[in-house]
């Protein structure tokens, strides 16, 4: 596939393709009437865009002031079109499922498609932009699209999510231009004004010359706003209704995608108060952040009945074992964090994937109602036992590996602060393991026989993301190629 791609016009600046295939079936999809098309070219586009971002890894096209690329954004580059693609596969399956039970309208599935690959478009300019400002605006544009599938279904409570979503991550992201702003005013006077002093790969090289209480100011403002996104508490409470009301396939990509590039973010201003030494140490503020949103989340485990409410809870709390990871700092717990994203992504969309078609064979999403997966429906019910065991960090999955990483490099420098880090991680695996225990094994729930019948196409449409990605994160905890450690290496370096 590299080889063909490289041919292709603009395959020297494979960011042409990256940005602009998304962007332009957008809207291609926004005018096509026939669904059924319109399912398979939201699946050709997110497989080019993979395709492309491929090509980065031959290919590096210089920084100008708008785009760069540099190893901890193509590592994210690389992940988000890989599950933005396995994700289109599913969902072309669910939307089937879903049409089948006339819970979508035609228009409702035109829109769905169109804004699905406008989502992808602006979580990858978030990825990719060199200036500030453009990342800013990027991650508001990914607030809006997807303020707009969670109401898909037009419910009174997916409408009253959106608008929950749309309020909280509006205040969030505003504070976050407020600290853009202040960044902007303390990097004037040292590279003057213009498109320079809002330019990463300028910045970073300056930042220890920049007005370090503006930095101060600006950081607090920056955590708070971009943290709302990553879902951090106490600014996590638009997620799990967000991620309940909305579509399956999108509570994978927001899950598994949309908290890793608010998080992206906000490391990029913690690099640059890190270069600054009178500036404040923006760790303990992280780790303080990480830890709290462990617990809350670990407790909140406990009392959720809505299978989706209970796994957009678990996002919370492995955001928060990534935040405390890059707030300890240095080589392992940055290499330790790197893998816990990228493994967090994989497992959790994996997760919703299985959680998709569970909800539609049962009819329902509530627990009680969930029964005897691994009976009733075998292949589906594994694959879910073995992604929830996999997420609540058991040997030998590479979320294990990750937490493991994570504990071990916290217990040789803060020995103190590893014991509230494992109290969390048990608390939540009692947790998650209750609620597996419940919903796999036992006397099955009847199905849904609209569902029950669905084409063998269409279950395996399904199903093959959900096993792809429980095989990588297998392969990750056993085995991770020299050349990807290397490559996590030098980005845990950039972090410092």
Not at 34 to 45: G, I, L, Y
Not at 342 to 366: C, D, E, P
Request: hydrophobic fraction near 55%.
């Amino acid at each position: 596939m590299i080889g063909y791609l490289s041919s292709l016009p603009g395959a020297d600046n494979p960011l042409l393709w990256i940005l602009g295939v998304p962007l332009g079936a957008a809207g291609f999809l926004a005018v096509l009437r026939d669904w059924r098309v319109a399912t398979w070219v939201n699946v050709a586009a997110s497989a080019i865009t993979f395709g492309a971002s491929l090509l980065l890894l031959r290919l590096r096209p210089p920084p100008n002031k708008l785009l760069f690329i540099d190893d901890f954004n193509i590592y994210l580059v690389l992940l988000t079109t890989f599950v933005g693609m396995t994700t289109a596969v599913f969902s072309a399956a669910y939307i089937a499922r879903e049409t089948a039970s006339e819970r979508l309208s035609e228009l409702h599935l035109r829109f769905y498609h169109s804004m699905y690959q406008a989502f992808l478009f602006t979580m990858l300019l978030a990825l990719t932009a060199n200036n500030t400002g453009v990342m800013w605006v990027a991650v508001e544009s990914a607030t809006l699209t997807t303020v707009l599938m969670v109401s898909l279904y037009r419910t009174r409570e997916a409408i009253e999510a959106a608008w929950k979503y749309f309020i909280l991550c509006s205040v969030g992201i505003g504070l976050a231009l407020f600290g853009t702003t202040l960044v902007y005013l303390a990097a004037q006077p040292v590279m003057g004004d213009g498109a320079e002093a809002m330019a990463w790969t300028m910045m970073i090289k300056q930042a220890h010359a920049f007005q370090p209480d503006l930095m101060n100011l600006a950081f607090v403002f920056v955590l708070v706003g971009y943290g709302t996104k990553v879902g951090l508490a106490p600014l996590h409470s638009w997620l799990p209704d967000a991620h309940a009301e909305g579509p399956t396939p999108i509570s994978a990509v927001l899950s598994g995608l949309l908290l890793n590039v608010a998080l992206y973010a906000l490391l990029r201003f913690k690099m640059l108060i890190s270069a600054n030494e009178n500036a404040l140490t923006p760790g303990p503020l992280l780790v303080m952040m990480g830890l709290s949103s462990l617990f809350l989340a670990a407790f909140m485990l406990y009392r959720r009945g809505d299978i989706k409410r209970l796994f957009a809870y678990s996002s919370i709390e492995h955001m928060g074992v990534i935040t405390f990871a890059f707030g300890m700092g240095g080589a392992l717990a940055n290499f330790a964090g790197l893998m816990h994203m990228t493994m967090h992504s994989l497992t959790k969309s994996a997760i919703f994937f299985a959680v998709g078609i569970i909800s539609q064979n049962a009819g329902t999403k509530r627990i009680a109602d969930i029964r005897g997966l691994t009976s009733s429906h075998p292949v589906l019910g594994w694959g879910f036992v073995l992604a929830v065991l996999a997420i609540a960090g058991m040997p030998p999955m590479g979320v294990f590996m990750s937490e493991f990483l994570v504990v071990s490099s916290t217990f040789a420098r803060q020995p103190l602060l590893a014991i509230p880090l494992v109290l969390g991680l048990l608390l939540a695996f009692g947790a998650l393991a209750s609620r597996l225990q419940m919903m796999a094994f036992g006397e099955p729930t009847k199905p849904v026989h609209a569902h029950a019948r669905a084409s063998t196409l269409s279950s395996i449409l399904a199903l093959t993301p959900l096993w792809v990605h429980m095989l990588l994160v297998l392969v990750a905890g056993l085995y991770l190629p020299r050349e990807l450690v290397e490559w996590f290496q030098a980005v845990a370096g950039i972090l410092g």
